[in-house]
């Protein structure tokens, strides 16, 4: 079992910056993303990067998200700028057995890690 480790998170205010991280335990997935919650909404996918690194992102967060990875280190990363308070939210790591993901669908992956909290203050 693949076991992902989110870290990064924090409070920061609105205009900020932070960069999450992602440690995976064992080995690195093909497909691997972002996703974010908040209480009473569904979860929804931030960022993605497939196995040959292409990106897709979320348009709520284009131009502000960068979504990455250090293969040597097995460590996934996000780094997000210009946040707003409509960023606060529960961030997860996730990761899928396939090469391409697919979309930002959570459905499309297969383990989570168990989140870290993005709360922005205007």
């Known amino acids: 079992q693949v076991q992902l480790v989110e870290s990064g998170g924090g409070s920061v205010q609105a205009g900020g910056s932070l960069r999450l991280s992602c440690a995976v335990s064992?080995?690195?997935?093909?497909?691997m993303g972002w996703f974010r919650q908040t209480p009473g909404k569904e979860r929804e996918g931030v960022a993605t990067?497939?196995?040959?690194?292409?990106?897709n992102y979320a348009d709520s967060v284009k131009g502000r998200f960068t979504i990455s990875r250090d293969m040597a280190n097995k460590t996934l990363y996000l780094e997000i700028n210009s946040l707003t308070p409509e960023d606060t939210a529960m961030y997860y790591c996730a990761a899928a057995m396939r090469w391409v993901c697919g979309g930002l669908q959570p459905a499309n992956f297969n383990s989570w890690g168990q989140g870290t909290q993005v709360t922005v203050s205007s």
């Open positions: 990067v497939n196995g040959d690194g292409t990106t």
């Open positions: 064992v080995y690195f997935y093909n497909c």
